[in-house]
């Protein structure tokens, strides 16, 4: 599943989409907008890689953060509910993780990366542990939102 199959899926069904991206530094943003015509399903990506950026930008509430982290399902939720909110958008991604190679802990590993999806009022959350360099573990995940959402939007 490609992001050639995700955007003909947009576009097909009349659907626009926002992302936040963390870990991944506005890549699934670029590719998004790297298709012909995207600018009828893409609507807005914001790149909140600090904790204030996900509280100014995104309304992610400063206590979740605090009482969970940056990296934790119960930000990633807030974070995708945020970019519903503050868009016009049916589909919405949210991410958050360690890429590494540093900054990971036992109970939070380098390649752990927590997603928030949105898709037509359906919430729901899900978090990844992938392995690899720094680049390898950006592309994984963008990888993984890409067929997450093409799953949702195929079924």
Known sequence: MS???????????SLNISVAESCTG????????????????????YITYSNQAKIDMLDVDAEILEQFGAVSE???????????????????VSITGIAGPTGGTAEKPVGMVCFGFCVKDKYFVKTQHFSGDRETVVVSSIDFAIQTLVNELSS
């Open 74 to 92: 119960q930000t990633v939720y807030e974070m995708v509910n945020g970019v519903i909110q503050n868009s016009h958008s049916d589909v919405a």
């Open 26 to 45: 506005g890549r699934l943003s670029a590719l998004l907008t790297s298709i012909s015509g995207s600018s009828t399903y893409f609507d807005r990506g």
């Open 3 to 13: 992001i050639q199959d995700l955007s003909i899926l947009l576009i097909k069904q």
